[in-house]
């Protein structure tokens, strides 16, 4: 995909959260470092433009929350989760580049319970890869990249990356 296509994508993406939710004011975009705070920024910039109302959006780390944590070899870097508070009565959307196993996905939903219990939780990607290990599902896919286990996928982000918006399918 190139910025065009990444564009195109999010856009399409701020439609669909539109029309799934009527009461714009109690939606929370929670972006995931760090790729998925700079697409929830875009995807709140594409729905006050179409929609002509802002919506809230923050970000929710999960480096403490990962399944994983405690047998990488080095300590993940934690950063601040800020997230527009009370969450009771939101709809939470959590924000990433890539869906892949889901387990980031459920870090990410373990980090929003420390914060309150908003009143649905779902779920925007640019990339959706497959090879799920958990029953998670995206309810926004800016698209659908089938990929084998040995590839990668590999999102770059102007405002993140300093390159050009691009995603490429390597292969491993």
Do not use: C
């Not at 296509?5 to 714009?24: G, M, Q, V, Y």
């Not at 996928?153 to 490429?168: I, S």
């Amino acid at each position: 995909m190139d910025a065009a296509a990444i564009r195109r994508a999010l856009r399409r993406i701020a439609h669909e959260i539109i029309e799934a939710n009527p009461d714009l004011a109690s939606v929370v975009l929670a972006g995931i470092p760090s790729r998925g705070i700079e697409i929830a920024h875009r995807v709140a910039s594409f729905v006050l433009d179409i929609a002509q109302t802002p919506i809230a959006s923050g970000v929710i780390d999960i480096a403490m929350h990962r399944d994983d944590v405690g047998t990488r070899a080095e300590l993940p870097i934690v950063r601040e989760t800020r997230l527009p508070l009370p969450l009771e009565r939101r709809t939470v959307i959590i924000v990433d580049d890539v869906l892949f196993t889901g387990r980031t996905i459920r870090a990410a939903m373990d980090a929003i319970s420390s914060f309150g219990r908003p009143a649905r939780i779902q779920l925007a990607t640019l990339i959706d890869r497959g090879h799920r290990e958990l029953p998670i599902r995206a309810d926004y896919v800016g698209k659908n990249l089938p990929t084998s286990r040995s590839e990668k996928v590999r999102v770059r982000l102007e405002q993140t990356d300093n390159e050009p918006d691009a995603v490429w399918l390597i292969d491993a």
